[in-house]
């Protein structure tokens, strides 16, 4: 259902709001660059910073400029269970092609607890869902088991693996069988982990590159191994850029240097440290992106 590269959004900003504008702007340039689809309210789109009205403003947006173009997977997840079951209905709503659900954090619940957020959401709301598992983000890992019993909910269709482990992406894999999608939470993992039959990315670095990660990730699908692996090496140093800080921070301010957004960031996030952006900046030179 849901295979390719996939845009995590960052979020623009001017003046302290959302820069609608920039966002189509956005949209538009990832659409031509050939995505199989964007994913707005994620962690690169700084949703923890996003109010609700905000967050919906933002989905809604990329629904309406999509205009079925490519899919959306809208960001729904919270640490609250009604919270994220609100935000879900107000996706399906407004178009969304699906759900993008982070384990919930801060409240580290068990794995059961984890299971029966996923469930009461999936029962309660006819979209497909995607679960993100980012332990470094949430502290709680959704284990194997886990996974494999929230793939047995219709509407739970896959995952975006950011546990960093190849050999728990493998295991999930292995065990949940090949119509379940598990995306890579990573840039640079993208190449291994469809090597082992996972389905595509959702990816940072598409937000200044969408081209490059989308060939990358259909060579993968079409079994073209070789220009797939061309590509996984040529984009590797813009990939450990985007995380010379925490994201969304290189992102933005590389999207800044390119003159498609204002570099704007909401605290407690803050502008990279000029080291940094020197860096960053030596880097979209090298690869002709300034």
Known sequence: MFQGAFTAIVTPFKDGEVDQAALRSLIRFGVDG?????????????????SHEEHKLVVEITAKEVAGQVKVLAGTGSNSTQEA??????????????????SPY?????????????KTIAEAVAIPI????????TAINVENQTMLRLSKIPNIVGVKEAS?????????????????????????????LMALGGKGVISVVTNIVPDKMSQLAGHMLKGEIEQARALHFQLYELCQAMFVETNPIP?????????????????PLCAPSEANLKKLRTVLEQYGLI
């Open 34 to 50: 050939g995505l199989s689809g964007l994913v707005p309210c994620g962690t690169t789109g700084e949703s923890p910073t996003l």
């Open 85 to 102: 079951l609100a935000l879900t209905k107000h996706a399906k709503a407004v178009g969304a092609d699906g759900a993008l659900m982070v």
């Open 106 to 118: 801060y409240n580290k619940p068990t794995q059961e607890g984890l299971y029966q957020h996923f």
């Open 130 to 137: 995607v679960v993100y598992n980012i332990q470094s983000r």
């Open 164 to 192: 960093g482990s190849i050999l728990q992406m493998s295991e999930v894999i292995r065990l949940c069988g090949p119509d379940f999608d598990v995306l890579s939470g990573d840039d640079q993992m993208t190449f291994p």
């Open 251 to 267: 992102v933005k301010a590389a999207l800044g240097l390119m003159g498609k957004i204002r570099p704007e960031i909401r605290l």
